[in-house]
T-cell receptor, first 111, second 113 residues
Framework: TQLLEQSPQFLSIQEGENLTVYCNSS?????LQWYRQEPGEGPVLLVT?????EVKKLKRLTFQFGDARKDSSLHITAAQPGDTGLYLC???????????FGTGTSLTVIP | KAGVTQTPRYLIKTRGQQVTLSCSPI?????VSWYQQTPGQGLQFLFE???????NKGNFPGRFSGRQFSNSRSEMNVSTLELGDSALYLC????????????FGNGTRLTVT
């Protein structure tokens, strides 16, 4: 069982559509990070959220940290082919000191 | 600033052999962590080194080991390779704080035949 479950696992959408990716856990996290990984490369950090209820925007991407710090979401507005990739959430459990990665969401945006 | 460099990019080994992977972190980063990525299991944490000491360890068998040198460069060794060890091995460096962002290399693709 993974500590961080992401849904959906796979997502294929048309250019211009909106989408939301979810990252859920039964554990409380001190912070959560979102990464995007493109084929043949390592993951690249998109954002870090620290405070429960926090919302951060990065151009067309909106990230939210749940009030209880157990979940997070990533919303993409008007998806573009350049958004294609594997999206990973990751975080450190409140009582721990190790990074855990989510199961990943593979997004394909079709032109 | 140069990014995280992993060598080699690709490796093909035979069952029973051993392999050593190398990681050069971003200058100034004292933490280096290693991950195994497979389609079925996703990103799994192997271990983390900070200032030459192993600070955290994941749930992998003792065949997987690592070390960090005084210049923060790190190596990971896998002995007695098994077919299931075929994976992308990623190294990430950071400043070392709990919420410090991880900077990943592009990985070493290991294939065990």
């Amino acid at each position: 069982t993974q500590l961080l479950e992401q849904s959906p696992q796979f997502l294929s959408i048309q250019e211009g559509e909106n989408l939301t990716v979810y990252c859920n856990s039964s554990s409380v996290f001190s912070s959560l990070q979102w990464y995007r990984q493109e084929p043949g490369e390592g993951p690249v950090l998109l954002v870090t959220v620290v405070t429960g209820g926090e919302v951060k925007k990065l151009k067309r991407l909106t990230f939210q940290f749940g009030d209880a710090r157990k979940d997070s979401s990533l919303h993409i507005t008007a998806a573009q082919p350049g958004d294609t990739g594997l999206y990973l959430c990751a975080g450190v459990v409140n009582t721990g000191n190790q990074f855990y990665f989510g199961t990943g969401t593979s997004l394909t945006v079709i032109p | 600033k140069a990014g995280v460099t992993q060598t080699p990019r690709y490796l093909i080994k035979t069952r029973g052999q051993q392999v050593t992977l190398s990681c050069s972190p971003i200058s100034g980063h004292r933490s280096v962590s290693w991950y195994q990525q497979t389609p079925g299991q996703g990103l799994q944490f192997l271990f983390e080194y900070f200032s030459e000491t192993q600070r955290n360890k994941g749930n992998f068998p003792g065949r997987f080991s690592g070390r960090q040198f005084s210049n923060s460069r790190s190596e990971m060794n896998v002995s007695t390779l098994e077919l299931g060890d075929s994976a992308l091995y990623l190294c990430a460096s950071s400043l070392g704080g709990l919420s410090s962002p991880l900077h990943f290399g592009n990985g070493t693709r290991l294939t065990v035949t």
